[in-house]
């Protein structure tokens, strides 16, 4: 038999550990589906906090008779709401508003609820102590129980379990705080509150069983073709899709490649600097589908390549799953190739520090800088370190947003480079998936612009090419008439304007 007391502060604890949990989870899923996660990771967790104030005030409201009766019922409310807020969230796809307003919603009654448990518990534990003892014991479980959760989250159920159980889990913590009041005060419980117990506990076991078909259902509203594969890493939620012979790959929502023309990108991105430095030596940062490495063990004379990813998840899926194996051709096989999975800034500033190591050319293949972790690698800082590590004769080149529909993000990436000591050249090339698509070009040798096209005519190889010519190869660098980038800053780390033309910008033109 537990103590009733033993039993009110065990429940506390997980409370603590489950509320966190649920916070991050809707936080995770808003930025998701909804993009831009700094403004909602700090519109969710400020609407649960505003809503648990008035939930905190709203149980003042609760009569001392039923303080045990509505503590368990608002942790099987929880149970309830928390299991289903995800996959009902996805229900509400495709319309926007209705999705935000949604989304929203459910983070407010998720913290409504939360803000009532903790008076209700400190209420209820005035019989074992005194007030100063009470309140202090009571908050200090609830704090304890939020760092395992957050621990838990960022290494466990977000990578491991993903949004498809981590709010099963969570609903059936809630559950488990339900049965330790039960067993601590079973004498003052009514057996009504047992079968209610047993239908909510019922509940969640039948949805965790169809869990996986039902969001499935539901994910695939997200997406107009059918999903063939779907994974969710620590960092990132993977889809790829299919229609007829063309496979989609999806980051977070966002196309990154369609088998259709994606080798008008990769092919850029390789080619075309390889044409104006020789390389042997090369390092490329992001890649991680495999395609950039594709492109470059066509050529003999390549040494060795450096690939820096973070997400050793998604690295592996494109090792591994037979759909993105056809589409980089097994390229992480070769021999030439060494992966690191490590932060790509942490990974250069560390090799620029112990000078242990340079290179002919750095490919910079990464996600549009849409927050402020994926920024770092868009500013001038990164940029000069690069600058540090690369040979006198090498290249950089990074993928650089549309010079079209975000013209801001693409003069920024352009003047970033331009600060960081780089001769800087903008480029653009048509993707019809994606549209005009932008690159920069740095050196640390200064060509005009004949030079720098008879280098590439010269060197350029297309018998390892499905698009590029020569001709088109020369073409990238022409901008069209009055094209400039005055006025635009250069993003830094303490500055991250990017961000902010990014967000301005690629619905200028659309």
Same mark, same amino acid.
């Given at each position: ?7 009110? @502060? ?34 969710? $967790? ?71 448990? $903790? ?14 003892? !009470? ?61 209610? #117990? ?13 869990? +996986? ?21 620590? #960092? ?27 080798? +008008? ?90 000078? @242990? ?88 040798? +200064? ?33 069209? @008439?009055?094209?400039?980038? @005055? ?15 990014? !967000? ?7």
């Amino acid at each position: 038999m537990i103590h009733p007391r033993t039993s009110l @502060k065990a429940s506390i604890f997980f409370t603590g550990f489950a509320g966190i949990v649920a916070e991050y989870l809707l936080s995770t899923l808003a930025s998701y589906l909804l993009g831009d996660s700094i403004f909602q990771w700090t519109m969710t $967790i400020s609407i649960m906090l505003l809503a648990m104030g008035i939930g905190a005030r709203v149980s003042r409201e609760i009569n001392d008779k039923y303080l045990l009766t509505s503590l368990i019922i608002t942790e099987m409310c929880l149970s309830l709401v928390v299991s289903f807020s995800v996959y009902l969230s996805y229900l509400q796809a495709p319309d926007s508003d209705r999705l935000s307003v949604f989304i929203y919603s459910m983070c407010f009654l998720i913290g409504l609820l939360i803000g009532m448990e $903790i008076p209700l518990a400190v209420r209820i534990n005035e019989s074992f102590e005194e007030l100063r003892d !009470n309140i202090s014991s009571i908050l200090e479980k609830d704090y304890l129980g939020a760092l395992p959760g957050g621990i838990l989250y960022g290494y466990f159920f977000l990578p491991k379990l993903g949004l498809l159980y981590t709010p099963v889990i969570v609903g059936t913590l809630n559950l488990l705080v339900a049965a330790l009041l039960f067993l601590g005060f079973s004498t003052r419980i009514s057996k009504k509150f047992y079968f209610l #117990y047993g239908l909510v506990f019922s509940l969640i076991i039948c949805f965790s069983i169809f869990a +996986r078909p039902l969001y499935l259902y539901a994910e695939q509203r997200f997406y107009r073709d059918p999903i063939v594969a779907i994974k969710q890493t620590k #960092y990132q939620k993977i889809v790829l899709t299919r229609w007829k012979n063309d496979y989609l790959l999806y980051l977070d929502g966002h196309l990154q490649l369609s088998t259709v023309d994606e080798y +008008r990108y990769h092919e850029t991105i390789v080619h075309i600097p390889m044409s104006l430095t020789n390389a042997r030596h090369i390092l490329v940062i992001g890649g991680g589908d495999g395609c950039v490495l594709r492109e470059l063990e066509k050529y003999p004379g390549v040494e060795d390549i450096v690939l820096v990813d973070m997400d050793k998840e998604f690295v592996q899926f494109a090792m591994q799953n037979p759909i993105m194996r056809r589409i980089n051709k097994d390229s992480f096989r070769d021999k030439r190739v060494n992966i690191y999975f490590e932060d790509g800034f942490k990974f250069v500033k560390d090799i620029s520090t112990k000078g @242990k190591r340079s290179f002919d050319l750095i490919i910079i293949d990464l996600t549009d800088p849409r927050n402020l972790k994926s920024s770092r690698l868009y500013t001038k800082e990164f940029y000069e370190v690069l600058y540090n590590i690369l040979n006198p004769h090498g290249a950089i080149i990074t993928q650089a947003s549309s010079p079209f529909f975000a013209k801001k993000a693409f003069c920024c990436i352009l003047n970033s480079v331009s600060s960081a000591h780089f001769f800087s050249y903008p480029m653009d090339m048509n993707v019809p998936s994606f549209g005009e698509w932008g690159f920069v070009l740095g050196m640390k040798q +200064r060509l005009d612009k004949n030079q720098l096209k008879a280098r590439i005519f010269y060197n350029f190889n297309e018998q390892y090419t499905r698009y590029l010519t020569r001709e088109k190869a020369i073409s990238v660098f022409d901008m069209g @008439k009055n094209f400039s980038c @005055k006025g635009i800053l250069p993003n830094t780390l303490i500055n991250p304007v990017i961000l902010h033309y990014y !967000n301005d910008s690629m619905w200028e033109l659309m």
